[in-house]
């Protein structure tokens, strides 16, 4: 199911390069939304990742903001966001829309 997953992520994000999508995740009790001008990305696996705490991660490129407590757009500390893939299975898949669950959070991925 994983190598599954993977293929239809990533023929849905090909078909996203050069735009803007929006990462919202949800964690326990925590809402994160991100806009992300997608510009490539990457499947990474143990070890080789930014953040040591991801054990395989989906890494999305490009220029982007975060929607802050207040509601306001601020840009994203680097031109980058990790997406855990531990456990990812694919919820919904449709030509806007992709929805996933991780081990760690629900994410949905939407093109503008």
């Given at each position: ?8 992520v ?12 929006i ?13 992300i001008?997608?510009?490539q990305f990457e499947?990474?696996?143990t ?7 991801l054990?395989?991660?989906l ?9 802050n407590n207040d509601?306001?757009?601020?840009p ?12 990812l ?8 829309e992709?929805e996933?669950?991780s081990?760690?959070?629900?994410y949905?991925?939407?093109?503008t």
């Open positions: 199911m994983m190598e599954q997953a993977i293929t239809q990533t023929q849905w994000l090909n078909s996203h390069l050069d735009h803007t999508i990462v919202k995740k949800e964690e326990d009790d925590d809402i994160d939304q991100v806009h001008q997608l510009s499947f990474r696996q070890g080789e990742g930014s953040d040591a705490y054990d395989s991660a890494v999305l490129q490009g220029k982007g903001s975060t929607l509601g306001d757009l601020v994203l500390p680097q031109d980058m966001y990790d997406i855990a893939t531990t456990g299975e694919i919820i919904n898949l449709v030509s806007e992709i996933l669950h081990a760690r959070a629900k949905t991925i939407s093109s």
